[in-house]
């Protein structure tokens, strides 16, 4: 049927744009079709803001012509500092009329116009004095409207507009079933921001977007090595020209030095977290994101954070055929893949 097709899931970072495709495979199990990616040129994306429509719309048509997409509607994500979330109180009221109790809080909490804003709620599992908890997300239409021109120009129709917090909450939950019952922390460290999620009993509790990411790491190794932004991209990533003056040992410095401020503001967005839910506290940590590559970058989060921290497999229960993807692409695609494969979820019937 067509409105049970699954959605392209289409994730606009500020460094790669990625695209996946999944089709259904019987109950909870799904088999991977298309994924691809392509850089962007740097600052054609800004703190989740596109500053260059025409850079991200090339962009995008050459993706989706080099990998052979022909789906024509999609799935896309929002985040980073015009993405506003509140942690309210709203009266029990059935779903016909929870968006009407969400619209008084979005004008009471909400620093804009309610004209100006789309806004919706996430749904936790806590109830305070009789009232649901819940997570009010706006974003100005501006922003939104920016996302979808550059998408639509494409060619490509976008029919469901979410945050990244819940893109990722959906393919963790699909591929980490067993870790239901317990509190975790996603994070997908990106280039410029960092998406912070909190669950727990399968429910998104708490998201904060954190702006800062491998960038900053690149930046760095740029100004204190006076080396190009594309060389440093690389030493970060661990290739090392023969017979270059730069020693491994002067970047992984430098990865370590950032890493722990980087850590630090993961840290707080942690204790924020555990300081207002008193009950609970996260147990694990999963990592995903393009800076995970960096083994000195691991090394800092795993020696700071005193807790478990694993890499999360965003493909870990997706059936992946050999034609699509080998082993290998696989494993080296993991670290981006996590957004798109969660946007990719979506599908024609949902709302």
Not at 189 to 201: D, E, L, P, Q, R
Not at 318 to 344: C, K, N
């Amino acid at each position: 049927m067509f409105y049970n097709k699954q959605l392209m899931g289409l994730d606009l970072g500020s460094y790669l744009i990625k695209a996946a495709q999944l089709q259904k495979k019987g109950k909870g199990k799904y088999q991977l079709k298309k994924f691809g990616f392509i850089p962007i040129p740097v600052n054609t994306m800004v703190d989740g803001s596109i500053m260059n429509t025409y850079e991200m719309n090339d962009a995008v048509k050459t993706l989706l012509a080099k990998e052979r997409f022909r789906d024509k509607f999609c799935s896309i994500a929002v985040a980073g500092h015009g993405i506003i979330n509140r942690v309210i109180n709203v009266p029990k009221v059935s779903q016909q009329e929870f968006y009407n109790a969400l619209r008084v809080e979005a004008e009471t909490h909400i620093p804009h116009d309610i004209k100006e804003i789309y806004f919706d709620g996430i749904k936790t599992d806590i109830v305070e004095d009789g009232r649901d908890r819940v997570i009010l997300i706006a974003a100005r239409k501006d922003l939104i409207g920016d996302f979808i021109q550059v998408v639509s120009d494409a060619g490509v129709k976008p029919m469901s507009v979410e945050i990244d917090a819940t893109a990722l909450a959906n393919i963790f939950e699909l591929n980490y079933p067993e870790e239901k019952d317990n509190t975790v922390a996603v994070l997908n460290i990106g280039a410029s921001k960092t998406n912070i999620v909190v669950m727990s009993n399968g429910n998104v509790r708490f998201f904060r977007d954190v702006l800062t990411g491998g960038n900053f790491i690149t930046e760095e190794i740029t100004r204190r090595l006076k080396v190009s932004f594309q060389q440093a991209e690389s030493l970060k990533s661990g290739t090392h020209a023969t017979g270059d003056s730069i020693l491994p040992n002067q970047v992984e410095e430098i990865i370590a030095d950032v890493a722990k401020n980087m850590v630090s503001d993961i840290m707080r967005v942690f204790d924020y977290y555990t300081n207002t839910n008193p009950e609970d506290s996260v147990a694990k940590v999963f990592v995903t994101g393009g800076t995970t590559k960096s083994f000195t970058f691991m090394q800092a989060l795993q020696s700071t954070l005193t807790i478990p921290v694993e890499r999360m497999n965003p493909f870990k229960e997706i059936i992946v055929p050999g034609q699509v993807l080998s082993r290998e692409e696989v494993e080296d695609y993991s670290h981006v893949a996590a957004l798109s494969l969660g946007l990719a979820l979506r599908r024609m019937d949902e709302q």
